[in-house]
């Protein structure tokens, strides 16, 4: 089977399994994981904060940054199809008490003008804007890259209504990648971000959250009442140090993999890509093959290869670390397959 549904499907490589095995540990509750410490002063350094959280997904990390910025009656402000608004079961509700106030984006990026439009003025009936949330890579725009200067449009705004901004950067290091920029150019533009190293990484798990040294402290109070505070959690931090300083080198692989494909996929009679990818995620449209998404990929998975569906007609198609280049072109005749069926 070629797994193409996500790049969270990537396993632990050799040298992370030795790196578990071998792991200095502690218990990181009393901040006695050496491991974990280092990956956390790892990750503030790489991303320019002064500290940084290892927490145990990216829904976690974004949760807790919500919880940590605002108060209850609160209203977030965030991108119409952002994961934290789209995809984490409702928790800023559910956990903060905030009402979300969602703005359309252009391939994932909102127009600053509305975002100012949306920052709510001093009045009793209205509730305050507690935080303005960004995704970068946009997962739901096809993992578009959002531009460093839309970010700092929305970062001069919001400093200047003193309201705080989180960046949900699952796939900061695609992005990234992609623009040929350090990590930190976006980052800077925001107050607290967010990374998932067990996404293109390739980490088995975990998450970092990174932001000012009062801000962590707060958010390691938040991780702890939600049940994140982990013991020995070297052993899981080890392979996300490898997923940091090694893994995120070799992005453009993926994004090279997922061209190929792409390209592939938009000489295939009766397919079409919803948009281009600018990273490694593809959505194709399967509707001029009249088949439905969940009829294509169930076909598609008995040709041995996994895909997921993104809509009624939509497609999507993740390349990561475990698909290599020759996987790609098996994908792409089975795809052929499939559709000339
Ligand atoms: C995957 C993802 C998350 C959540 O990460 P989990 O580790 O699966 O909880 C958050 N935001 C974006 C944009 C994602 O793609």
């Not at 709510?120 to 959002?146: K, M, S, W």
Request: hydrophobic share 40%; net charge negative; aromatic share 6%.
């Amino acid at each position: 089977m070629i797994d193409l549904r996500s790049d969270t499907v990537t396993k632990p490589t050799e040298e992370m399994r030795k790196a578990m095995y071998i792991a200095d540990v502690g218990d990181d509750v009393y901040g006695e994981d050496p491991t974990v410490r280092e990956l956390e002063e790892t990750a503030a350094e790489i991303l320019g904060k002064e500290a940084a959280l290892f927490v145990t997904s990216g829904t976690q990390g974004n949760q807790i940054a919500v919880l940590t910025h605002c108060r209850p009656g609160q209203e977030l402000l965030l991108e119409e199809e952002s994961h934290i608004f789209y995809y984490e079961s409702g928790a800023v509700a559910a956990l903060a008490g905030v009402q979300t106030r969602t703005i359309p984006g252009q391939r994932g990026a909102m127009d600053p003008q509305d975002v100012l439009n949306a920052i709510r003025t001093e009045d009793i009936h209205f509730p305050e804007t507690g935080l303005i949330c960004l995704e970068n890579t946009h997962n739901r725009a096809g993992g578009a890259v959002v531009p460093v200067e839309n970010m700092k449009s929305i970062y001069n705004i919001a400093q200047a209504n003193r309201v705080p901004v989180h960046l949900d950067g699952a796939r900061l290091f695609n992005a990234a990648a992609a623009a040929g920029v350090d990590v930190k150019e976006f980052a800077k533009n925001t107050d607290t971000v967010q990374i998932c190293l067990s996404k293109g990484l390739g980490a088995p798990v975990g998450s970092i959250i990174a932001g000012d040294a009062e801000f962590i402290t707060t958010a390691r109070k938040w991780r702890k009442r939600l049940g994140g505070g982990m013991r020995q959690a070297g052993v899981i931090a080890a392979p996300g140090l490898i997923a940091l300083t090694k893994m995120k080198d070799r992005l453009g692989e993926d994004q090279w993999n997922a061209r190929i494909l792409a390209e592939a996929i938009e000489a295939i009679p009766g397919m079409k890509l919803a948009r281009q990818p600018e990273t490694n995620i593809i959505v194709a449209d399967v509707e001029g093959l009249n088949m439905t998404s969940d009829i294509f990929v169930e076909r598609l998975r008995a040709e041995g290869i996994i895909s997921g569906t993104f809509g009624p007609t939509f497609v999507r198609f993740v390349t990561h670390y475990d698909v290599n280049e020759d996987q790609i072109q098996k994908a792409i005749e089975a795809i052929a397959k499939v559709a000339r069926q």
